[in-house]
């Protein structure tokens, strides 16, 4: 767990990983408060299993926040640098983390996962729906018109419409995916 938050938080874009090992742990040496990473160093054979255990059940709250029921999961917490780009640098930050994951079961959640699952899902659903729309249009172009030049000259002031709408549309700066500004 150490290695894989120290992995993830190497990534571009990512501002810092709260895990098991990494989290804060408050602590008092003589008359001085110490705040430190739960383990400080990269865990070698001095480690102990058992010392993280108590530390971690020193605060109980840590129990309910980073582990399941049955002690058979944990929680890693990623939180990304926030950039005016941050829509574009989603999917990359995602990707990196995947990347860093494999070879886990694992399961990704928040915010930033949903922005990047409703991206994708709108830009295949809108092609699907934008082409059935292009069908029925022609569809009911073809019952209505009933002559190729008419329906061309319908379809050719469709698209253009279309084209002109999402060039405006661009030219606003605005974007076709969710985002959560």
């Known amino acids: 767990i ?3 938050s120290r992995r993830i938080e190497a990534a571009p874009g990512i501002k ?11 602590d008092s040496r003589g008359d001085a408060l110490v705040v430190e990473d739960l383990v400080k160093a990269l ?13 971690i059940e020193e605060w109980p709250t840590w129990n309910k926040i980073f582990f ?3 002690r058979t999961a944990t929680v890693v917490f990623i939180e990304p640098k926030v950039s005016a780009d941050m829509d574009a640098m989603r999917p990359l930050l995602l990707k990196s983390v995947k990347q860093a994951l494999a070879g886990f079961d694992y399961r990704l959640a928040g915010m930033g996962v949903v922005y990047d699952e409703l991206n994708i899902l709108s830009i295949r659903d809108s092609a ?8 029925l249009l022609l569809g009911t172009l073809a019952i209505l018109f009933r002559r190729s030049h008419m329906m061309m000259a319908a379809i050719a002031a469709t698209v253009i419409n279309v084209l002109l709408f999402l060039g405006i549309y661009a030219f606003f700066g ?7 500004n």
């Open 16 to 26: 810092r990983v709260i895990s098991m090992t990494t989290a804060p742990h408050v």
């Open 2 to 4: 150490y290695d894989l």
């Open 68 to 70: 399941n029921k049955d």
């Open 43 to 55: 865990p070698d054979e001095g480690f102990s299993g058992e010392a993280l255990r108590k530390k």
């Open 128 to 135: 699907v729906f934008t082409l059935l729309s292009f069908v």
């Open 174 to 180: 605005q974007s076709l995916k969710v985002s959560n």
